[in-house]
């Protein structure tokens, strides 16, 4: 996202809809991110890292990260 951009909730408020959806099909959600500061992110809404591999270019890390499929009622955190 641009800078000018962040701040907003805007990034946090689609991570959420997502995982609305994938709670309400009983599906797990994944994502990879190779920016550090994204781990911190993704994490508070329950993600956790299952991998981590160095990237093609050699230059970076790429995490991979997960939440468990869960009961559609189940919360998503706010925070």
Request: aromatic content about 8%.
């Amino acid at each position: 996202m641009a800078p000018g951009a962040q701040g907003r909730g805007l990034g946090r408020a689609l991570v959420r809809h997502g995982l609305q959806r994938a709670r309400a099909d009983g599906c797990p959600a994944f994502l990879e991110t190779g920016t550090p500061r994204n781990v911190p992110f993704y994490e508070s809404f329950g993600f956790r890292v299952v991998g981590e591999q160095q990237a093609p270019d050699g230059g970076h890390v790429i995490w991979f990260m997960q939440t468990p499929p869960a009961p559609s009622s189940a919360a998503i955190p706010a925070s």
